[in-house]
C-alpha cells in the first residue's frame, strides 16, 4: 500500500545522528505491498511503463541526490520528498521497514536518524532486528534494561557467531533503543534451519524443528523470476553453479526459494506478534533492503498474516544506477554517500561466513558462505571444518574472528579444512586498502 498520498502533516523534530566505522558483509534482495492504483500482472509483476518514463530524465543523472528523500519512480517534478512529509505519513503506518547493506555504515546512520524522526512521531514503538535469531531474545531484553555491558551483550548474543558485522556501526541503534527503553525484538532464526530446509523444502523439516514459523504464503512468478538469477551464482551442497540451466520448477531452485521465504516467514510472523502488544505499537523493522524490495520478501509475508499498512523506507547510495530505481522498488528512499575511509584507517576484515563450534574435537563447522566473500573466493563450503587459521588451532568460538580481525590488507590467511573425509588447505586472501 502506498503511503505517500498528499495529506496535511504536522512539523516534526528530527533529530540528525553520526558516527561509526567499516566493515563487510553481503545481501540479496526483496519487497513491498503493491498499491492498487498501479496496473499489475497477475502473477505478481509490475507493469513498468510509468517507471520507464519516470526515469527517462534520470538516465544519466543524479536520481537521488545525497542527503535529499525522493519517491521513486514519481512522473511530476524531481519526486522530493520533504522528511516530515516521509515520516509523517510513515509514522501512521503499522510497520515501517528500513533496508540496508549490512556493512554500509552510512546506512546505519540513517536508519539512527530515521529511527529517532518516527520515535518522535511515535514513542510507543518496538524495533525489531534481523541481526538476533530467536533464541538470545533474553540477552536483547536485559541489554533494554540496562543490565548488560556492550561486551556483555554482545556476548549473550552471540554477535560474532550469529551475524558478525563489525558491531560498531550497530552500537547507536541498540543504544538508542536502550536509552529510551524501547524493546527490541530478535526476528531472525538459526542459520542451520534455513539451510535445511534449503536443501530439504519446507516440507521436509519436521515440525518441531521449525522454530514455530508457519508455511510461507506462495511466491508470485515475478519473485521467482528474480531469484532465478541469484540462485544461478551460487554452489549449493558441492553442486555445480546452476546458470541458466535451471528453470522456475527446478525442484533444488524451489527449494532455494523456501530457503529465502522461511527467512521473510520468521520476520514477518516476529513483526505481526510485536503488533499484538499493548496499545498497539509502531513496529519498526531493520533488515537487509533485500528483503524489503519490490514487496517480494517480508511485505508478502506480512500480508498474507494480515498486516497491510507497511510502510517501505530505503538508503540509496549515490551513483547507482538510476535505472534501477522503478517506482515499486520502495516508498521512499534517502541519498547517501560511500564515506571516504582516513589514511590510517583501515577496514575491518572478515571472511564472509557463519558458522558455530563442532560439539566434539574442535573446529568451526561452516553454516553459510556469503556470496562474493573471501572465504567464497577462497573454495570455502558449507558444512566444511576450519579447524587452523595461520598455523593455530581453532578451539574457541572467537578464534577465527581474532585471527581473521588482525589480518592486514592486501595480506593472505592460510588455513585448514576437513570436507568429509578429507584435509585441505586453503588461503583467504585479503584484498589491499583501496585508495579513494
Same mark, same amino acid.
Given at each position: 500500500?502506498?503511503?505517500?498520498?498528499?495529506?496535511?502533516?504536522?512539523?516534526?523534530? /528530527?533529530?540528525?545522528?553520526?558516527?561509526?566505522?567499516?566493515?563487510?558483509?553481503?545481501?540479496?534482495?526483496?519487497?513491498?505491498?503493491?498499491?492498487?492504483?498501479?496496473?499489475? *500482472?497477475?502473477?505478481?509483476?509490475?507493469n *513498468?511503463?510509468?517507471?520507464?518514463?519516470?526515469?527517462k530524465?534520470? *538516465?544519466?543523472?543524479?536520481?537521488? !541526490?545525497? @542527503? /535529499?528523500?525522493?519517491?521513486?519512480?514519481?512522473?511530476?517534478?524531481?519526486?522530493?520528498?520533504?522528511i516530515?512529509?516521509? /515520516?509523517?505519513?510513515?509514522? #501512521?503506518?503499522?510497520?515501517?521497514?528500513? =533496508?540496508?547493506?549490512?556493512?554500509?555504515?552510512?546506512h546505519? +546512520?540513517?536508519?539512527?536518524?530515521?529511527?529517532?524522526?518516527?520515535?518522535?512521531?511515535?514513542?510507543?514503538?518496538?524495533?525489531?532486528?534481523?541481526?538476533?535469531?530467536?533464541?538470545?531474545?533474553?540477552a536483547?531484553?536485559?541489554?533494554?534494561?540496562g543490565?548488560?555491558?556492550?561486551?556483555?551483550?554482545?556476548?549473550?548474543?552471540?554477535?560474532?557467531t550469529?551475524?558478525?558485522?563489525?558491531a560498531?556501526?550497530?552500537?547507536p541503534?541498540f543504544?538508542?533503543? #536502550?536509552?529510551?527503553?524501547?524493546?527490541?525484538?530478535?526476528?531472525n532464526?538459526?542459520?542451520?534451519?534455513?539451510r535445511?530446509?534449503?536443501?530439504?523444502?519446507f516440507?521436509?523439516?519436521?515440525?518441531?524443528e521449525?522454530? =514455530?514459523?508457519?508455511? !510461507?504464503?506462495? !511466491?508470485?512468478?515475478?519473485y521467482? $523470476?528474480?531469484?532465478?538469477?541469484?540462485?544461478?551464482e551460487?554452489?549449493?551442497? %558441492?553442486?555445480?553453479?546452476a546458470?541458466a540451466?535451471?528453470? #522456475?520448477?527446478?525442484?533444488?531452485?524451489r527449494r532455494?526459494?523456501?530457503?529465502?521465504?522461511?527467512?521473510?516467514?520468521?520476520?514477518?510472523?516476529?513483526?505481526?506478534?510485536a503488533?499484538?502488544?499493548?496499545?498497539?505499537?509502531?513496529?519498526?523493522?531493520?533488515m537487509?533492503?533485500?528483503?524489503?524490495?519490490?514487496?517480494? &520478501?517480508?511485505?508478502h509475508?506480512?500480508k498474507?498474516? %494480515?498486516?497491510?499498512?507497511?510502510?517501505?523506507?530505503?538508503p540509496?547510495?549515490?551513483?547507482?544506477?538510476? $535505472?534501477?530505481?522503478?517506482a515499486?522498488?520502495a $516508498?521512499?528512499?534517502?541519498?547517501?554517500?560511500?564515506?571516504?575511509?582516513?589514511?590510517?584507517?583501515?577496514? +575491518?576484515?572478515?571472511? &564472509?561466513? +557463519?558458522?558455530?563450534?563442532?560439539?566434539?574435537?574442535?573446529?568451526?563447522r561452516?553454516?553459510?558462505?556469503?556470496? @562474493?566473500?573471501?572465504?567464497e573466493?577462497?573454495?570455502?563450503?558449507?558444512?566444511?571444518?576450519?579447524?587452523?587459521?595461520?598455523?593455530?588451532p581453532?578451539?574457541?568460538?572467537?578464534d577465527?574472528?581474532?585471527?581473521?580481525?588482525?589480518?592486514?590488507p592486501?595480506t593472505?590467511?592460510?588455513?585448514?579444512?576437513?570436507?568429509?573425509? $578429507?584435509?585441505?588447505?586453503?588461503?583467504?586472501?585479503?584484498? !589491499?586498502?583501496?585508495?579513494?
Open positions: 500500500m502506498k503511503i505517500f498520498k498528499a495529506v496535511p502533516v504536522a512539523p516534526l523534530f /528530527v533529530f540528525l545522528v553520526s558516527t561509526l566505522f567499516v566493515g563487510i558483509s553481503p545481501d540479496t534482495a526483496f519487497a513491498q505491498t503493491k498499491p492498487a492504483t498501479e496496473k499489475y *500482472k497477475e502473477d505478481g509483476g509490475v *513498468k511503463e510509468t517507471s520507464k518514463e519516470a526515469n530524465e534520470a *538516465k544519466g543523472g543524479e536520481c537521488a !541526490p545525497v @542527503g /535529499v528523500w525522493t519517491v521513486p519512480g514519481s512522473v511530476s517534478g524531481s519526486g522530493k520528498i520533504s516530515t512529509d516521509v /515520516v509523517g505519513r510513515a509514522a #501512521r503506518q503499522a510497520v515501517v521497514l528500513l =533496508g540496508e547493506a549490512h556493512d554500509n555504515p552510512e546505519h +546512520r540513517w536508519q539512527l536518524q530515521t529511527l529517532a524522526a518516527l520515535h518522535a512521531e511515535r514513542p510507543d514503538m518496538v524495533i525489531g532486528f534481523e541481526m538476533f535469531p530467536r533464541r538470545v531474545q533474553k536483547l531484553d536485559q541489554w533494554v534494561a543490565e548488560l555491558t556492550e561486551a556483555q551483550f554482545l556476548a549473550a548474543s552471540e554477535w560474532n550469529v551475524w558478525s558485522t563489525d560498531a556501526m550497530y552500537m541503534l543504544h538508542f533503543a #536502550r536509552m529510551n527503553r524501547i524493546p527490541m525484538v530478535a526476528l532464526i538459526d542459520t542451520r534451519l534455513r535445511s530446509v534449503a536443501i530439504k523444502g516440507a521436509g523439516v519436521p515440525e518441531n521449525r522454530e =514455530g514459523v508457519t508455511a !510461507p504464503a506462495e !511466491p508470485s512468478n515475478a521467482l $523470476d528474480y531469484l532465478l538469477p541469484i540462485y544461478g551460487h554452489d549449493r551442497a %558441492g553442486k555445480k553453479k546458470g540451466s535451471a528453470g #522456475r520448477d527446478d525442484p533444488d531452485f532455494f526459494v523456501e530457503g529465502q521465504q522461511l527467512w521473510d516467514r520468521a520476520m514477518a510472523q516476529g513483526i505481526h506478534s503488533l499484538d502488544r499493548p496499545q498497539r505499537p509502531l513496529v519498526v523493522g531493520i537487509g533492503s533485500g528483503h524489503i524490495k519490490y514487496g517480494y &520478501g517480508v511485505p509475508q506480512l498474507h498474516l %494480515g498486516v497491510t499498512d507497511v510502510g517501505m523506507l530505503l540509496w547510495n549515490s551513483g547507482t544506477s538510476c $535505472d534501477l530505481l522503478t515499486d522498488i $516508498d521512499a528512499i534517502f541519498g547517501t554517500a560511500l564515506p571516504p575511509l582516513a589514511a590510517d584507517e583501515r577496514p +575491518r576484515q572478515r571472511l &564472509g561466513i +557463519r558458522f558455530e563450534m563442532a560439539q566434539e574435537g574442535g573446529g568451526a561452516v553454516l553459510q558462505v556469503e556470496k @562474493g566473500s573471501i572465504a573466493k577462497a573454495d570455502i563450503r558449507e558444512s566444511d571444518l576450519i579447524i587452523e587459521a595461520a598455523g593455530l581453532v578451539k574457541q568460538l572467537n577465527i574472528v581474532e585471527i581473521v580481525k588482525r589480518q592486514a592486501g593472505w590467511l592460510p588455513l585448514k579444512l576437513k570436507r568429509g573425509s $578429507d584435509t585441505l588447505e586453503a588461503v583467504a586472501k585479503f584484498s !589491499p586498502m583501496s585508495k579513494r
